[in-house]
């Protein structure tokens, strides 16, 4: 689609199925015709109706059976990892399927680990997060086509003009034209103007869905007044300390109670001492190898350049400034007003001749640049928002952009410095390229050597070819994988060799990051439970560990019972032993110390009135008991205030939660139907319990 010159589309659905059904019957019947074949030569309206009905049964029919692949199972299809459908019988065989594919759920798995910063080892158990919300997604825009929701040209249009992308789409409210809009969908998105297209449309699509279910949704003013009280109560309380530490002190088992324990729990340690290795290794590096590496040439270095041009790519950059105004999402028009004037404000003071930083230390709403007059340094192209990067690529340096609108609220920008992409030049880079080379030559060099180490080792032994090439050999002891080796900078490639290979194998290579290593393993111990003596301080640690919980719930509860009893928190505390503290005058998310986090660990504590004892809190660190003795409830001001703010903040949940419900609900629905089907062959790289 062009947004400068939108046509309008036209969808072709085009199925032709040719079927030919011959009968052709000379069964002899002694001179009278079959009764069905009279039956069915009748000129009779009811007649016609069972033979049409009876020929569709069998067009349907033949069409399931003789139609390859129909009634395939999903699960044939290994680069499918599901599939969705209509539910139902005529759904699944007539309706619209469509599949997610294996390489889909990869992508959608590896940017949460990136945007959780999750080791790439987490992928397998990601995967079944990313299919589901893949599966959830086709099933809502299959729903979505059902009610009619589809999205046109005209309504992408006008998402372009006033969603998110109107700024760098549309600055000015003029289309910046189809060259740079092409730049901009493959240089942020990655992809072409028609994919990116299709998935905004399906987005959108999805919104309507969405407002559809949950445009319902109201919220009272008492509702907001309630959520704005209690979000805005603060609290000062006294608390009770039982500290699981102190607990723990306490737990000292007899050798009878941690012989039994041992006992009990024979299967948890019957590896416990893990299994051992003794490895016999010559270690080498760059010194022990006879012989000079060859020279790297110049011609090398220039070949090395040309086949490396991207090494040496230097991207677009620009040095930025900013103020943000910040307005959060979901603001009302008043709050977004009263934002906007405040940077236009700031704008007319930058343009009137006021120091840029200044302002920005002083007003910007961004913590991570706010102290440094607004300064981000250095940026390039796909790192900040596509509205905010439009403008600062198009500004020069010195110049400051008029307000622009993101969705974290109005900011100011001003460019710095401006550097062009352009491509390193040889002579800037050739130390770099020749000591890469070098390098390089220098590790083939020692990696043939160390293999013809260890081909003269595997006929003479380790011990008689270190001696005859000067080199020292290495036993360890009974080494752990995990162990660090003498005299090697990064043993571990080494030693998760030695624990695959076999005792007496024949001699290995391995790097060991500054060098190579030539090993053999003399000996192996397998993993094997302990004996009770050697085991006993680990014993009682674990015996620790198990019975602390029920005697910090105990201990907690008790100092509960005895405050509630006399009245006093201070006179329980003192005679259980406990430590008394006092808090800050704290919110709903206040974190205090020994408890933290007030809205996970101990909510009920705004309920309570001033002067009443809390029940038994357990942080599973430690016990508290509490006792209000301030409790300050937000003014009708103040309600007043934040009462259309909170209001769309309430209102923005529940329709979140009710669209949660409904999106559970649908896919149940399609589960049960029928209409999702998962490629089992897909899943067996999935780790145990993870496959449906």
Do not use: C
Not at 245 to 274: G, H, M, S, V
Not at 531 to 556: C, G, M
């Amino acid at each position: 689609m062009r947004l400068s010159a939108l046509p309008n589309s036209s969808w072709v659905h085009a199925t032709d199925l040719y079927l030919i059904i011959a009968f052709h019957s000379q069964l002899p019947f002694k001179g009278r015709h079959h009764p069905m074949i009279r039956f069915l030569q009748k000129d009779n309206r009811v007649v016609k109706i069972i033979f049409i009905v009876i020929i569709a049964v069998a067009v349907v029919t033949m069409v399931i059976t003789l139609v390859p692949g129909i009634f395939a199972d999903e699960a044939t299809s290994s680069d499918n990892y599901a599939t969705v459908h209509s539910g139902g019988f005529l759904g699944r065989y007539f309706g619209t399927t469509t599949a997610i594919t294996t390489p889909e759920v990869q992508q959608v798995a590896q940017r949460i680990l990136q945007q959780k910063r999750y080791p790439d080892m987490m992928l397998p158990y990601i995967m079944p997060q990313a299919a589901q919300a893949l599966i959830q997604r086709e099933v809502l825009l299959q729903e979505a086509n059902r009610l009619g929701l589809q999205v046109g040209d005209t309504d992408l249009r006008r998402a372009m003009q006033t969603g998110p992308f109107s700024q760098a789409l549309f600055p000015g409210g003029q289309f910046i034209g189809e060259d740079r809009y092409a730049d901009f969908v493959s240089n942020y998105f990655h992809t072409s103007i028609q994919d990116f297209e299709a998935q905004v449309k399906k987005e959108i699509e999805i919104n309507r869905l969405e407002a559809m279910v949950t445009g319902g949704i109201t919220v009272s003013p008492q509702d907001v007044r309630d959520a704005y009280r209690e979000q805005g109560t603060k609290i000062k309380f006294d608390y009770a300390v039982i500290s699981s530490e102190d607990l723990r002190k306490q737990i000292n088992p007899t050798d009878a109670e941690l012989q039994t324990f041992f006992k009990q729990n024979a299967a948890r340690y019957k590896d416990a001492i893990p299994e051992t290795r003794k490895i016999v290794y010559i270690a080498l590096n760059q010194t022990d190898v006879p012989g000079s590496a060859t020279p790297v040439t110049n011609q090398q270095v220039e070949q090395y350049y040309q086949s490396h041009q991207k090494d040496f790519q230097v991207p677009e950059e620009v040095k930025v400034r900013h103020i943000l105004i910040k307005v959060a999402q979901g603001a009302d028009a008043k709050t977004d007003a009263a934002a906007k004037q405040k940077a236009e404000d700031l704008l007319k003071q930058i343009k009137g001749g006021a120091d840029f930083a200044a302002l920005a230390k002083a007003n910007s709403d961004d913590p991570g640049s706010k102290d440094q007059g607004g300064e981000l340094g250095m940026i390039q192209r796909g790192v900040t928002v596509p509205a905010f990067e439009t403008a600062a690529f198009g500004l020069q340096p010195g110049q400051i952009s008029d307000l622009v609108k993101t969705q974290f609220g109005y900011h100011i920008i001003k460019v710095e410095e401006k550097q062009t992409a352009h491509q390193k030049p040889l002579e800037e880079v050739k130390a770099q390229i020749l000591a890469t080379l070098t390098r390089q030559q220098e590790g083939d060099q020692q990696a043939a050597y160390a293999q013809q180490l260890a081909t003269e080792a595997g006929k003479t032994g380790l011990a008689k070819t270190a001696e005859a090439h000067h080199l020292q050999v290495v036993t360890t002891d009974y080494v752990q994988q995990s162990a660090v080796l003498p005299g090697l900078p990064d043993g571990a490639k080494l030693l998760t060799l030695a624990f695959a290979a076999k005792a007496g194998a024949a001699p290995q290579v391995s790097s060991t990051g500054e060098g190579f290593a030539v090993f053999q393993v003399e000996d192996t111990k397998a993993a094997h439970p302990p004996t009770f003596e050697e085991y006993k301080t680990h014993l009682v640690d674990d015996f620790r560990e198990q019975q602390l919980p029920q005697l910090l719930a105990r201990k907690t509860n008790e100092l509960a019972d005895k405050a509630h009893a006399e009245n006093n928190l201070a006179q329980a505390a003192k005679e259980l032993g406990a430590t008394l503290k006092s808090s800050d005058l704290v919110g709903h998310t206040g974190q205090v110390p020994d408890i933290g986090d007030l809205s996970a660990s101990a909510p009920d504590l705004f309920d309570l009135k001033v002067g009443q004892i809390s029940k038994a809190i357990n942080t599973g660190r430690n016990g508290i008991v509490a006792k209000i003795d301030e409790k300050q409830e937000p003014t009708a001001e103040e309600t007043a205030k934040n009462f259309d703010a909170t209001r769309e903040s309430l209102l923005s949940e529940r329709r979140e939660q009710m669209f949660a419900v409904f999106v559970t609900a649908l896919t149940d629905r399609y589960q049960k139907q029928g209409g999702i089907r998962m490629n089992k062959r897909a899943q067996t790289g999935l780790p145990q319990g993870l496959q449906s």
